[in-house]
């Protein structure tokens, strides 16, 4: 059986205007950079529980494997944690790819998986993705921080509603 990662290629699923489309996204534009070091990777510490690893998504772009990236659980499993950008000897900014190629995701109407519909849902209520009690406050007077205001979640929803965020805070399809 043939992983992911050694599988034949067919050309009818390659999509020439991929890379492209993921250049115009916002922080998608080094993504030509990459020369697979596979840095990401290897700094990745949710890449054991990724479909692809960074290194391979930047690869899939590259080739134009379109509906393979848009769908897959990679591109929702990257926390954001940066450790990828800090590392990239070429700058290529893979958190920020990621970013691009979710919002590509969304744009052209991808499964969004139930969490992140659960998370625009409590920040459309909170303003924020959990709510912040009496507790927290509480916790960060003891350590002399100031509380933390309620959110204007009227402002927050308004900003997101040119994002693909919109889509989960329930405003129209693009």
Do not use: H
């Amino acid at each position: 059986m043939r992983t992911k990662a050694t599988r034949k290629i067919n050309i009818e699923q390659l999509d020439p205007n991929f890379e492209k489309d993921v250049m115009k996204m916002p922080d998608g534009e080094k993504i030509s950079a990459c020369f697979q070091c596979g840095i990401c990777s290897g700094a990745c510490p949710l890449a054991f529980a990724m479909d692809y690893t960074p290194r391979q998504i930047a690869e899939m772009v590259r080739l134009g494997l379109r509906a393979d990236v848009l769908s897959s659980s990679a591109i929702w499993i990257c926390s954001t944690c940066y450790m990828c950008y800090e590392r990239c000897p070429q700058g290529v900014k893979p958190t920020e790819v990621m970013n691009a190629v979710r919002n590509l995701a969304v744009k052209e109407n991808y499964p969004i998986p139930p969490v992140y519909e659960k998370m625009a849902s409590i920040l459309k209520e909170y303003g924020w993705v959990y709510d912040i009690s009496d507790f927290f406050n509480d916790e960060r007077k003891m350590l002399g921080l100031p509380p933390l205001e309620k959110p204007n979640v009227k402002a927050i929803t308004e900003e997101l509603k040119d994002t693909a965020m919109r889509k989960l805070l329930g405003k129209e399809k693009e």
